[in-house]
């Protein structure tokens, strides 16, 4: 069997190392792709630093990428071999991206356009995945407004929100969509030399991040007086998610990205929603699908933008190096992108 290679983590809290393994093929309704770039998350320094998921070692992670259907399996018909796409990675080793050839399920692939790169494209899965699912998935897997390819655009006029942490991959998609949506103002938290660029995707105040919770609360309520109905936390720190929390309406919803990492007032009415933004769950793969049936459109239109990227040198190799700058807190507004067949 033909061979290629992939990062793996080759023991429990070991460290990523390049070696061969076997390419795999696509079974029914899979697509095999040869993977030209594949983005980085913290999720991935996450799994092999605190053992989160993976059982059976060693282990591949990745959870996005993009590249060229190299075969397809039996009953794909959206897909051919030479087409560009992009898609996120599954949990499993044959459908991780730290490799140079990915499965994926054909429902969640989708093409890329013409003007994108392949480094481009590989950054979207996660970021959109995870800012989409809590904003248009019904509860009580999310907020339950209508998607945008389904008559949402533009029917949440007047409604603020706040983004925390606007200059992260999800906060800058999550700033996309509900400017789509209709929202407005739309105030995110960032480090402010990232103002000029939160505000060309649509956020109308770029507050400091550093700034105390008093002074965020004053300048909010100096922006609008409508109460805030929905803060999303793409940071969600201990003291962050507080934070959101506390800047809540009465029954508004806060949204974060990890764990909870407070305890809420006794008796309030304030919900705490949980992202599950991977949409190949079962709860999500409907979901999914419609998302990535949407989503090329929605780039060949302008209406979401890829975030910029750091290409990392050395290929799989360089991957490791580009998770300790993450983790280092190193990386801010852009994406770093291996390319795994370099």
């Not at 699912?133 to 945008?148: C, K």
């Not at 190949?280 to 979401?304: A, H, P």
């Amino acid at each position: 069997m033909a061979k290629q290679q992939a990062l793996f983590i080759e023991t429990k809290q070991g460290p990523f190392v390049v070696d061969q393994r076997d390419i795999p093929t696509p079974g029914p309704g899979e697509v095999l792709i040869k993977e030209y770039a594949t983005a980085l998350n913290p999720v991935d320094w996450k799994i092999q630093e605190h053992v989160l998921w993976v059982q059976d070692y060693p282990a591949i992670v990745g959870h996005e990428g993009a590249g060229v259907v190299e075969a397809i399996g039996e009953g794909v018909t959206r897909f051919a071999k030479g087409d560009r796409v992009f898609h996120p990675a599954l949990a499993g080793s044959d459908y991780a991206s730290f490799q140079q050839y990915v499965l994926c399920p054909s429902s969640i692939i989708a093409k890329i356009p013409e003007k994108l790169s392949f480094e481009q494209a590989a950054s979207i899965t996660v970021g959109l995945s995870t800012s989409s699912v809590p904003l248009y998935q019904p509860p009580p897997l999310g907020l339950g407004y209508q998607p945008l390819w389904e008559g949402g655009r533009g029917k949440y006029q007047g409604l603020p929100i706040l983004i925390i942490g606007g200059s992260t991959s999800v906060g800058q998609y999550a700033i996309q969509l509900v400017k789509l949506s209709g929202f407005h103002p739309i105030i995110t938290t960032a480090s402010l030399h990232n103002r000029k660029h939160l505000e060309s995707l649509g956020a109308s105040h770029v507050l400091d991040r550093k700034a105390s919770l008093d002074t965020l609360a004053a300048e909010i309520k100096n922006i609008t007086n409508i109460p805030l109905d929905v803060v999303f936390d793409t940071f969600a720190s201990p003291e962050t998610q507080k934070a959101g929390y506390d800047l809540l309406s009465p029954e508004g919803c806060l949204v974060r990205v990890q764990p909870q990492a407070f305890e809420p007032d006794e008796g309030s009415k304030k919900r705490i929603l949980g992202v599950v933004g991977t949409v190949y769950e079962n709860e999500n793969r409907e979901y999914g699908e419609k998302l990535f049936s949407n989503v090329t459109q929605m780039l060949v239109d302008g209406d979401i933008m890829p975030n910029d990227v750091e290409i990392l040198s050395g290929g799989l190799h360089g991957v490791a190096a580009g998770l300790q700058m993450m983790k280092d807190g190193l990386v801010s507004a852009k994406k770093l992108v291996a390319r795994p067949n370099e």
